[in-house]
């Protein structure tokens, strides 16, 4: 995964709650062998509504989406995660996370950003009223910042995966780092066990 230090762009406001990951990505799309081409599935069954809000052009360049309480929840799909992504969002702010789904954003890099209630309410709505409005998350901060209505928060994200996000490090790349200490603890192991 390539390193996030700092997400800068516009949003598209997403004013649901309790968005599952069949909602995100319905089932049908899960029987592709290859892991591209998932953000044509991206909510796919609510994108055949014209005035759903990704089908309206002001949010068109957004690189960061904003949803409701308890985003992600539901199965452990990955490609829910992937079809974010591929559609162009580096970042989703919400209230709640379904834990499946913030792991799993955080070992592929789309940053999850959790906010209070109102703060999220308030970002809605100010997304609604002005679609250009410009959003800073910074990692190592662990700051989301909107100038132009004077908001700056925290957010909550632990050192080890703030470190993963700056760094740019999934799951294979924790365990090379570790390469020294495994050839090590493999040439001392007994024969019979190597293979």
């Known amino acids: 995964m390539d390193p996030v230090q700092i997400v800068t762009g516009t949003a598209v406001p997403l004013d649901r709650s309790d968005v599952d990951t069949d909602q995100i990505i319905p089932s049908d799309w899960l029987k592709q062998v290859e892991r591209t081409g998932f953000e044509k599935g991206l909510f796919s069954e609510w994108r055949d509504d014209r005035d759903f809000v990704l089908n309206d052009e002001r949010y068109s360049t957004a690189s960061i989406l904003i949803a409701g309480e308890n985003f992600g929840v539901g199965s452990s799909r990955e490609h829910a995660v992937w079809a974010i992504q591929q559609y162009g969002f580096q970042a989703v702010i919400a209230p709640r996370f379904g834990d499946i789904f913030r792991n799993n ?4 890099g789309l940053v999850p950003v959790v906010v209070s209630h109102e ?22 901060r662990r700051t989301l910042e909107a100038p132009a209505i004077g908001l700056e928060v925290d957010f909550p994200l632990d050192d080890a995966t703030k470190e993963r996000f700056l760094q740019g490090l ?11 200490d495994i050839n090590s603890f493999e040439s001392s192991r007994a024969a019979w066990l190597k293979g």
Do not use: C, M, W
């Open 105 to 108: 954003s955080t070992k592929n």
């Open 119 to 140: 703060v999220g309410e308030q970002l809605l709505r100010a997304v609604e009223a002005d679609p250009e409005l410009e959003f800073t998350i910074d990692i190592e």
């Open 170 to 180: 999934d799951d294979i790349a924790l365990s090379l780092a570790q390469s020294d």
